[in-house]
T-cell receptor, first 114, second 115 residues
């Protein structure tokens, strides 16, 4: 089975540009998470969807960040406008199915804002 | 609230043992352990659902003391492949032993195994 698929794997963009990160969760999983990882702050949960509905977005840092999950197989995380401090690895993860408690991470999207 | 891991870093020689601790100031319903190698995604190791539960895989095992609100990960006879950052994750305070809820991760423990 394919795991969580994220794109792009790497992105370098200029400050002020819009960034869109994409995620395809594991088929059959009903929970999807967006995490951000930096050296300073570690792994932070940004937003969490259950059955395509945002349940908790308290970790979204600012209004510049938005996330959507239009269907069970696709989610996006958008940053507009991007700033250098947004540089991080963004992980999408999903859980559900027979092993509901296990969270499976994608390979991550490495974002650099210059 | 973020669980606290200790130590922050461990350096071992192959064959040595290590213990990584994870503690929380709030009640724990389950504890998840992950390992992340540099430049890669965190990989699930194991989940402990009940207080007192112990699990093991190969030479990596873990215990969960619900009353003390802590969990420990034991690495026995460490191998070079064990090197990486280990994270514990705890779900929101939630009724029951299982939760589909979000995980809050500790700050990580960097484990380095030398030949």
């Amino acid at each position: 089975d394919a795991g969580v698929i994220q794109s792009p794997r790497h992105e370098v963009t200029e400050m002020g540009q819009e960034v869109t990160l994409r995620c395809k969760p594991i088929s059959g999983h009903n929970s999807l998470f967006w995490y951000r990882q930096t050296m300073m702050r570690g792994l932070e949960l940004l937003i969490y969807f259950n059955n395509n509905v945002p349940i908790d977005d308290s970790g979204m840092p600012e209004d510049r960040f938005s996330a959507k999950m239009p269907n069970a197989s696709f989610s996006t995380l958008k940053i507009q406008p991007s700033e250098p401090r947004d540089s991080a690895v963004y992980f999408c993860a999903s859980s559900g199915g027979p092993l509901g408690n296990t969270i499976y991470f994608g390979e991550g999207s490495w974002l650099t804002v210059v | 609230q973020q669980p606290v891991q200790s130590p922050q870093a461990v350096i071992l020689r192959e064959g040595e043992d290590a213990v990584i601790n994870c503690s929380s100031s709030k009640a724990l319903y389950s504890v998840h352990w992950y390992r992340q190698k540099h430049g890669e995604a965190p990989i699930f190791l194991m989940i402990l659902l009940k207080g007192g539960e112990q699990k093991g895989h190969d030479k990596i095992s873990a215990s969960f003391n619900e009353k003390k609100q802590q969990s420990s990960l034991y690495l026995t006879a460490s191998q070079l492949s064990y090197s990486g950052t280990y994270f514990c994750g705890t779900p929101n305070a939630n009724a029951g032993g299982t939760s589909y809820g979000k995980l809050t991760f500790g700050q990580g423990t960097i484990l380095t195994v030398h030949p």
